[in-house]
């Protein structure tokens, strides 16, 4: 089933309502993923060395959650012009790279994907449907899978 254009504006009306917010519902989402798999924090090499800092201080967490919100929005659109995922070439060879290199493995995506629809649910209450929910898991599961494809490569 292809992706329709009521599937691509679920996703670019709540991330224009969420955009205005990124910087809390940044912070939102990481810790979620750390709440749903707090081991997952060891992966991020400037959460590893900073001891008890807080995470709110890295500027880093913030352009982590941003790109992946960015990016899922980009694949919605991708889907229902082309119905397939096109990260620019070189960018997505990065992405494959970066993620073998710091121990990602599939159940990450999974975790990843939990607290990002949680976070938006948290986020646009008022607009959150089952259909909203559908729209952003296939723009994520899809970019998932073509992150993952490049990480089989890179491996
Ligand atoms: C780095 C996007 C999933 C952990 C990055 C970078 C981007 C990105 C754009 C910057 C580095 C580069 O361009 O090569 C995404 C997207 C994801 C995703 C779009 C899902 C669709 C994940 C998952 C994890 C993860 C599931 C693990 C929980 C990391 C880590 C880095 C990174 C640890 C390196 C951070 C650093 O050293 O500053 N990711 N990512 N990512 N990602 Fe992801």
Not at 25 to 39: C, D, V
Not at 84 to 107: C, F, M, N, Q
Not at 120 to 136: G, Q
Request: hydrophobic share 50%; net charge negative.
């Amino acid at each position: 089933m292809g992706f329709s254009e009521a599937q691509e504006e679920l996703v670019l009306r709540s991330w224009k309502a969420m955009k205005k917010d990124t910087e809390s519902i940044a912070l939102k989402f990481f810790f979620r993923i750390f709440e749903i798999a707090p081991g997952a924090k060891q992966m991020f090499p400037f959460l590893r060395d900073a001891g008890d800092a807080p995470l709110e201080n890295h500027p880093k967490l913030k352009t982590h959650a941003v790109a992946v919100f960015v990016m899922a929005c980009e694949s919605a659109t991708q889907l229902r012009n082309t119905g397939d995922v096109k990260v620019r070439e070189a960018a997505l060879k990065r992405l494959g790279v970066t993620h073998v290199k710091v121990g990602v493995a599939d159940a990450h995506f999974e975790v990843v994907k939990t607290a990002l629809l949680d976070t938006i649910r948290d986020a646009v209450p008022d607009m959150w449907t089952p259909e909203m929910k559908a729209a952003w898991e296939e723009a994520y599961d899809q970019l998932a899978a073509a992150i993952k494809e490049e990480m089989k490569n890179a491996a």
